[in-house]
């Protein structure tokens, strides 16, 4: 599904599906040392069978050293992207519906279309 906000302009698209797969690493940009606080990233892919039988794969990264994304395999997922000329630019709200009733939201912090996030 793709579409443009009214207020901003922006294009935006989502896609809900099943979790097939799901990449988590810890990305250390600044070692902690006495004098600096540490500065950690983490990298996700996550790779979306739609109910269409196509694959979607979402690759973003977000601040911190903590797995925020508690999607598990087979959870329901919705993502939410801001596009750019049609193709994805950036992954700026995830939701995950667990067993039917549970549903946790996760908003990551998007590295390239921070105004877009805030549009929303």
Do not use: H
Not at 58 to 85: H, N
Request: aromatic share 8%; net charge positive.
């Amino acid at each position: 599904m793709k579409g443009v906000c009214p207020k901003c302009s922006y294009s935006y698209g989502a896609v809900t599906g099943k979790l097939e797969k799901r990449y988590s690493r810890q990305v250390t940009i600044q070692r902690k040392t006495k004098n600096q606080f540490g500065v950690y990233k983490r990298d996700y892919e996550l790779r979306v069978l739609t109910p269409q039988g196509t694959q979607q794969v979402f690759k973003f990264q977000i601040d911190g050293k903590e797995d925020r994304i508690k999607a598990r395999r087979t959870d329901q997922v919705t993502v939410l992207t801001t596009l750019r000329g049609g193709a994805v630019e950036d992954v700026v709200w995830q939701g995950v519906t667990r067993s039917g009733s549970t549903i946790r939201y996760r908003r990551p912090r998007p590295s390239l279309a921070r105004s877009r996030a805030v549009a929303l």
